[in-house]
């Protein structure tokens, strides 16, 4: 008997010297199931077009009407597929099929195309594009997968992760008041895409509503491309919280007052910047805290700053990580306050959990990646994802392929495309065997 032919015998159950996983591998191989690594770049370099800068990169912020735009085009893309797409009232763009088995609980794939201001073309549209690849090269092959599938697109990951935390039902009614790089509130932006975020509660999923959620996405870091592997697997995401610091002190004449009689709530910031980047440099772990936005007030040359407001961010594979460095920096700010005369309030705006990755996700993921002839990694991310927020009520697991010198969120962000390629063929294959090995 030559090995085809036992395999054969073997997927279909006729042969019990094989695990139900190597069975589908076997399957796998006969059906030559692969991606169309032309099309799926081809139609990378077509959504590059949506919001597309002068620099190379794109301005498709959450909301904007470069956003809209590429929702309706994939949403297109993927009717044309069988599936049946729509917009959720958190404004996530998501498209259905029906699977074989009844009762059989669906699996979701996807990630986001929104942009930072002056980004790239691979954040979270990797992820996406590769989502409707598997979507596309299953129906070319008239596959019909015994779960349901579920193509997600998120709304507004960049600033916030909208709408994967509506799903997990961790999205604060506050936010919706928060203004966007697209000119519109929150709020405002979920209505321009078909959302209403009066019924939030309503998109909401439970714990076991979802059979798995699988993301693929770049790196957004060195270590695979310079270490020349193809596939990280992802072990967790890491947590993230976000507070607005606000320094009080006292507006004066830059002129006419005395360098001891000040209370410059500039100085007082630049020196919490300091004791920021120390902090989180000095402490044991791999957590990192940052001021990213600073602004004074009144802000004119010849006015003493009264009043400075700026971000703070920590991140950490652990939430008691997150609070152990907040908990350290706050401990030194009334030495600031004492030395400046100034006063600090800290108010608390955004949280995302820290989240592990299914363990036996990982196990297919690196075993999808070991049979097409790939080498990988187990690795931590050290960027926030949607699959954080989905992994409160489903098992996920996330790929990642390499991004070139580590560059992402600029127009220099980049990723070869035959990784591309690679990581939708994992995408594929780790889906494949879940919805056969699967409840």
């Given at each position: 008997m ?5 395999n054969r015998?073997?997927?279909?159950g ?5 695990s139900?996983s ?5 399957l ?23 919001g597309a800068?002068?620099a ?8 904007s ?24 009232f ?17 699996i979701?794939?996807?990630s ?22 598997v979507?596309?090269?299953?129906a ?6 015994r779960?349901?599938?579920e193509?997600?697109?998120f709304?507004?990951?960049e ?7 509506a799903?997990?039902g ?10 966007t ?12 895409l078909?959302?209403?975020p009066?019924?939030l509660?309503?998109?909401?999923r439970?714990e ?6 699988l993301e693929?996405h770049?790196?957004?870091g ?5 270490d020349?592997?193809d596939?990280?697997?992802v072990?967790?995401?890491v947590?993230?919280m976000r507070w607005n ?9 830059a002129?006419t ?9 500039m100085v007082a910031?630049?020196?919490?910047v ?14 990192v ?12 040359p ?22 152990k ?9 009334g030495?600031?306050e004492d030395?400046?005369e ?6 608390r705006?955004y949280?995302?959990?820290a ?12 075993r ?9 990694r187990?690795?931590p ?5 949607d ?11 996330m790929i ?8 992402s ?10 990784d591309i390629?690679?990581?939708a063929?994992?995408l594929?294959r ?5 919805d056969?090995?699967?409840?």
């Open positions: 030559d090995r085809r032919h036992f015998l073997a997927g279909l006729l042969l019990g010297l094989q139900r190597q069975r589908w591998f076997d796998l191989s006969d059906q030559n199931l692969e991606v169309d690594g032309a099309r799926l770049n081809d139609r990378m370099k077509m959504l590059a077009t949506f800068n002068v190379g990169g794109i301005d498709r912020v959450a909301f009407d470069a956003n809209i735009e590429a929702l309706d085009w994939m949403s297109g893309l993927l009717a044309e597929v069988g599936f049946t797409p729509s917009a959720d958190a404004g996530n763009l998501i498209a259905t099929k029906p699977g074989s088995e009844s009762g059989a609980s669906p979701m794939l996807g986001h195309i929104d942009s930072v201001p002056g980004g790239g073309n691979y954040d979270g549209q990797i992820g996406s594009m590769g989502a409707l690849e979507a596309t090269t299953l070319d092959a008239g596959h019909i997968t779960h349901p599938l193509i997600a697109v709304t507004n990951e600033a916030g992760k909208t709408g994967s935390r799903l997990a961790e999205l604060e009614k506050f936010e919706l008041d928060i203004p790089a697209s000119g519109f509130t929150i709020g405002e932006g979920l209505r321009r078909g959302g209403n009066d019924r509660e309503e998109v909401r439970s076991g509503s979802v059979e798995a959620f693929l770049i790196e957004q060195a270590v695979l491309y310079e020349g592997i596939v990280g697997v072990e967790g995401i947590g993230i610091v606000t320094v009080e002190g006292k507006t004066n004449h002129g007052t005395p360098m001891n009689r000040r209370a410059d709530a910031a630049a020196r919490f300091d004791l920021v980047h120390t902090t989180a440099l000095q402490m044991s772990g791999r957590q805290a940052t001021v990213g936005r600073l602004e004074a007030a009144p802000g004119a010849n006015v003493i700053p009264g009043r400075v407001t700026m971000t703070l961010e920590i991140r950490d594979l652990s939430m008691e990580g997150i609070e460095v907040y908990n350290e920096i706050g401990g030194s700010v030495r600031i030395q400046t100034t006063q600090f309030s800290f108010e705006f949280t995302s959990r989240a592990p990755t299914e363990m036996w996700i990982r196990d297919i993921i690196e999808s990646a070991q049979g097409m002839g790939l080498s990988s187990r690795m991310s050290g960027a926030g994802h699959a954080q927020s989905i992994a409160l009520f489903a098992p996920v697991g990642f392929v390499p991004s070139v010198d580590g560059i969120h600029a127009p220099e962000e980049f990723t070869e495309p035959q390629t690679n990581g063929n994992v594929l780790t889906l494949l065997e879940i056969q090995t699967g409840s």
